[in-house]
Each structure stands twice: as C-alpha cells, then as structure tokens.
C-alpha cells in the first residue's frame, strides 16, 4: 500500500493512461463538446413542452391548412436530434477519435 495515498502502490495500465494529459484532453474535449450540445438540446425540448403546457393557443396557430406551430416545433425536435447526432460524429472522427486510438495503441503496447 501507498501509505501516502491509502491505495496500492501498483496500478494498472488502465490507471495510468487515465493519468496520462493526452486522456485528460481526450476527455476534456468530450465534456467540452457533450455538455453544452446536451444542455442546449434540453433547453429546446424544455421550451416545446413548457410551450405545450403554457401556450396551447399558440401551439395550436394554424399556418398552412392542418399544420400548426406546435407540429413544427414538434417535428424540428426529430430534426434538431439528427443534426446533433451528425455534428457530433464530425466533431468525434477530427477530434475524439485519433486521440482515442493513440490511447488505445498505448493500452495494447502498440507502437504508437
């Protein structure tokens, strides 16, 4: 045991690639890009139900024959989901995903 630090003194290769910065900006950059996508998508669909709940009548605004604002809104959420899932694998496979193999090499002793 490391008394210093109340764990054992070996550690796996698990543990130190955690330890490694290049895991550390892997995982900066995921949260960097994760939690603002996810908080705004929230907030959208917030928005759509708290507009359901709060504003019928404007949900129910007629634009074009049986076509109301809320089915808009409604659908531009399905919409907004596969932007989302599109800009995130962009943003995966120029930033996350090199990274993630290097660590990978790494963990299975290859030559990276």
């Known amino acids: 045991m490391d008394p210093s630090a109340g764990r054992p003194a070996t550690t796996t290769i698990y543990e130190q690639v955690q330890a490694t910065a290049e895991f550390q900006d892997l995982r900066r950059r995921l949260r960097r890009f994760v939690f603002p996508m996810s908080a705004a998508f929230l907030l959208w669909y917030l928005l759509y139900v708290l507009l359901a709940s709060y504003a019928p009548a404007f949900m129910a605004t007629k634009l074009a024959g049986n076509i109301t604002v809320g089915l808009v809104i409604g659908l531009l959420q399905f919409v907004s989901t596969f932007a989302i899932t599109a800009v995130y694998v962009r943003y995966a496979n120029r ?5 993630a193999e ?11």
């Open 102 to 112: 290097r660590l990978r090499e790494l963990i299975e002793g290859g030559d990276g």
């Open 95 to 99: 930033h996350l995903d090199p990274r």
